[in-house]
């Protein structure tokens, strides 16, 4: 499996063992404060390369000393990040999250280059040779580009699929609503298809999002595991019992899974269980890049 990543790349700042902010300008021990790369295309190229993908990531960063850290745990993981443009005029995006001992994790986030990257950012012919193009955050690039993008990754033989950062709204499914037809693999959450369609019900809402253009809709469902529907089936498989850390970077793990089972061969259902099994791996630990797993041990998990 050859992928291009292509979109919102993150650098995650965790800070673990907070119960509140402190006052004024009071300071407080917390447990741990640690950084790894995220985002829809960056947290999944990580995992995916953990898993035996070959990845290329494409996107935006800035010049700044969080770009140098960002691209070296990327690097670190084997990822290609030639794609990966740097623009001197936008810090690099980055997220400050705290996480409380509930589990409970609330964010500041900075969208910083992310929203500075257009297709002019992008080589087309650096491509060539990709089985597949995961894009992550079309809301940044506008439904219009991001369908010409997907559009020339089919052309050129490879599968593509599609992540929304965006909470689900209406309005945002309308903005993305031209990359929709070239999606073979659209891979929300469960909030962002209710509050894109509106519907009753989660596999009516994913349904709407099929008749909307999308070959199949995978759904993440936090504890419940995922829901997968196309025209003709509607398939549902449960999370893995575990002891959860800290559940920052599960999504991008279950696209990183649920892609990389579609490229070994598996149906919807085992690429689903993969994709779970995935996701279960990085709620173990702190962070995207967390454990030290491969595929061999997802596939052990998922059966």
């Known amino acids: 499996m050859k992928i291009a990543t292509v979109g919102v790349h993150v650098l995650d700042t965790h800070v673990i063992g907070i119960d509140s902010i402190p006052g004024g300008s009071d300071g407080q021990l917390v447990e741990t404060i640690r950084m790894s ?8 190229a990580l995992v995916l390369s953990r898993i035996g993908a070959e990845v290329l990531s494409f996107g935006a960063v800035g010049t700044d000393p969080i770009a140098d850290t960002l691209l070296s745990l990327l690097g670190r ?26 589990g409970d994790r609330p964010a500041w986030h900075c969208i910083g280059a ?21 894009l992550g955050g079309p809301e940044f690039l506008g439904g219009e580009a991001a369908g010409t993008l997907l559009a020339h990754a089919r052309s050129i033989g490879a599968t593509t699929s599609v992540d929304i950062l965006a909470p689900g709204d209406p309005d945002m499914l309308a903005w993305i609503a031209d990359a929709l037809p070239h999606t073979d693999y659209l891979l929300p959450n469960d909030e962002q298809v209710l509050g894109f369609t509106g519907a009753s019900s989660l596999a009516d809402g994913a349904r709407a999002l099929v008749d909307a253009g999308a070959g199949c809709v995978a759904v993440t469902q936090g504890a419940k595991g995922a829901l997968v529907v196309t025209a003709d089936e509607v398939i549902e498989v449960p999370a893995y019992p575990i002891d959860v850390v800290d559940t920052t970077g599960c999504g991008d793990a279950f696209s990183a899974g649920f892609l990389r089972g579609l490229s070994l061969g598996r149906d919807l259902r085992g690429a689903a269980r993969l994709g779970c099994a995935t996701a279960a791996q990085v709620a173990q ?19």
């Open 77 to 102: 993981e084997g990822i290609d990040t030639s794609g990966l443009v740097r623009k001197d005029d936008h810090q690099t995006s980055a997220s400050v999250i705290p996480v409380r001992p509930n």
């Open 114 to 134: 992310n929203g500075a990257f257009t297709l002019d950012d992008l080589d087309l012919a650096a491509l060539d040779g990709i089985t597949h193009l995961h």
């Open 37 to 44: 790369a995220a985002g829809t295309a960056g947290g999944t």
């Open 285 to 303: 630990g702190l962070g995207t890049d967390a454990g030290s797993y491969d595929l061999d041990a997802v596939v052990a998990l998922a059966g």
